[in-house]
């Protein structure tokens, strides 16, 4: 029986575990934090559950993009809750509001509405966006293959082209651009080199159906963790791995700090890839050239989350997100970037409760880089000083002030006026919980005109190390889940 030691257990770590206990692998996870999920994780504050990185999801529907591989990770019997299909995200631009609708057709002939110059333009993208991903899901093994019969995806267009440049191309009218990549807080759209099949595999899923969970994004890490022991494996919390053995080119202990060792005929790294080579203390095992070259990627930009508890029966639920740009555009990184300035765009997440009309705790997430939060970096959690709890709550009053306006509540008093907790998180937060560089949130950056190196293959220099997570090809969700199977393909060959 494999034995395979999968280090880190967020979503991609705990998916990769999954498919290999069902194939037979003895697997155990181990996990630095007292708690498992990475990004998955919620925490309670005041009674209330509030998530740190999972709002929602797209294409849980029967032949949509994430329907038969949730079935296969027994994830589709947790409490799934539709968005509203005909606003599953509310784009709001300079007081302006602009939907995006599920179904591809409904998508492009509701926006079509604000832009009807733009009809035919608005079908041939979604046309574009439904065969990119298609592409990309019916070919899970696409990037970096020996498979001569295999495309090369160096030149294919849906690679090489900007997601910007594509629209750009394909549109008009700028503000067009904007709206349709005013929910793009979920992939980053500030970096203008994204290319255009990332943009398309995470926009499908939701244009094919938008989805929240009747509690916290937990449960998937809570469930994922259940049938790894059912089927005998191990998830192990507070073992944070120190360094890997490597003899004739493989990996064959897992050593933890506090001494554990683990047996390995496989290992999978769910942590970022720099500090996955930083376990291997054998320099000779990776070359200079490819550490250098992991060290030098570009990370993507962190996520600043104000958690909102409000008075009960004050706000009733929304089922849809907002996105608001005041004087901004999603496609630059504007001052939401920057701790000096006034914030600039909210993307605004419902939790929603069945049985109630009423919401009791909302989020509220701006982009924010580590250079906003950089002075901190050195500091232990909770003795960051007064100055850190004021740069905090300055920037969640800029963000409850920018939602302000279009948050109705039920005696038509302020929204501001209905919060009773606030509790927030920067990227530093976000490096605690998930030990990811720079708190990025979404992993390295993918460029189009530099893919070859920017494009992470799950294989490593060494034989049985491999990759998973976000930083492998696609991020998000539906991207770390398929990558997921593309690690256990090569594990399992």
Same mark, same amino acid.
């Given at each position: ?14 998916? #990769? ?27 309670? %504050? ?27 990770? *027994? ?21 302006? =509001? ?11 002939? @509701? ?48 690679? $090489? ?8 191309? !394909? ?11 005013? =929910?793009? @807080? ?36 809570? @469930? ?48 970022? &890839?720099?500090?996955?080579? +930083? ?7 990776? /070359?200079?050239?490819?550490? %250098? /070259?992991?060290? +030098?990627?570009?990370? @993507? ?13 004050? !706000? ?10 005041? +004087? ?16 600039? %765009? ?14 009791? *705790?909302?989020?509220? !997430?701006? &982009? ?60 530093? $937060? ?6 990811? &560089? ?12 530099? !893919? ?15 990759? #998973?997570?976000? +930083? ?22």
């Amino acid at each position: 029986m494999m034995q395979v030691v999968v280090i880190g257990s967020g979503l991609g770590g705990l998916e #990769t575990a999954y498919i290999l206990a069902k194939h037979g692998c003895k697997v155990c996870v181990l996990e630095k934090d007292n708690v498992f999920g990475g990004a998955l994780q919620s925490f309670r %504050r005041a009674g209330i559950d509030f998530d740190t990185g999972f709002h929602y999801l797209g294409g849980l529907d029967p032949g949509q993009s994430l329907h038969d591989r949730f079935d296969y990770l *027994n994830l589709l019997h947790l409490p799934w809750h539709r968005l509203d299909r005909d606003c599953f995200d509310k784009i709001i631009i300079n007081g302006k =509001s602009y939907v995006h609708a599920n179904g591809h057709e409904q998508f492009a002939l @509701s926006l079509a509405e604000s832009f009807p110059s733009e009809k035919e333009s608005l079908l041939k993208f979604v046309g574009l966006v439904r065969q990119a991903s298609e592409r990309i899901y019916h070919g899970a093994d696409l990037f970096h293959s020996s498979n001569p019969d295999q495309a090369d995806i160096y030149s294919d267009t849906f690679y $090489t082209q900007s997601a910007y440049d594509v629209l750009r191309g !394909l549109f008009k009218d700028s503000l067009l651009i904007d709206v349709i990549g005013g =929910s793009g @807080s979920k992939i980053d759209l500030t970096n203008r080199e994204l290319p255009f099949f990332v943009f398309a595999e995470i926009y499908n899923s939701f244009i094919e159906s938008a989805w929240r969970l009747d509690g916290p994004g937990s449960l998937i890490a809570d @469930s994922l963790v259940a049938d790894i022991r059912k089927m005998g494996g191990q998830v192990i919390c507070g073992q944070k791995v120190e360094r890997l053995e490597v003899k004739d080119g493989k990996v064959t202990d897992v050593v933890t700090s506090d001494g554990n060792c683990y047996r390995a005929d496989v290992v999978v790294s769910d942590i970022a &890839p720099s500090l996955t080579l +930083n376990l291997v203390k054998d320099t000779a095992a990776i /070359r200079g050239i490819y550490r %250098r /070259r992991i060290e +030098n990627l570009e990370l @993507s930009l962190g996520m600043f989350t104000a958690n909102l508890k409000l008075v009960p029966g004050k !706000l009733k639920y929304q089922n849809s997100n907002l996105f608001i740009f005041n +004087n901004s555009s999603p496609w630059t990184a504007g001052a939401a970037v920057n701790g000096a300035s006034v914030a600039d %765009r909210v993307m605004v997440s419902f939790r929603y409760s069945s049985g109630s009309e009423f919401c009791d *705790n909302v989020d509220l !997430l701006a &982009p924010m880089s580590w250079d906003v939060v950089r002075q901190w970096a050195d500091t232990k959690k909770g003795h960051r000083g007064q100055d850190y709890v004021e740069f905090k709550q300055r920037k969640a009053k800029e963000l409850i002030s920018l939602a302000d306006d279009y948050m109705e509540t039920v005696d038509h008093s302020r929204f501001s006026e209905c919060i009773e907790l606030v509790s927030c998180s920067t990227p530093i $937060t976000w490096t605690g919980y998930t030990q990811t &560089p720079d708190g990025s949130a979404f992993g390295i950056v993918k460029k189009c005109n530099d !893919l070859a190196r920017t494009m992470l293959s799950v294989n490593t220099p060494i034989q049985n190390l491999f990759y #998973t997570g976000q +930083n492998v090809n696609l991020h998000g969700l539906m991207g770390v889940t398929m990558t997921a199977w593309q690690t256990c393909q090569r594990v399992l060959r």
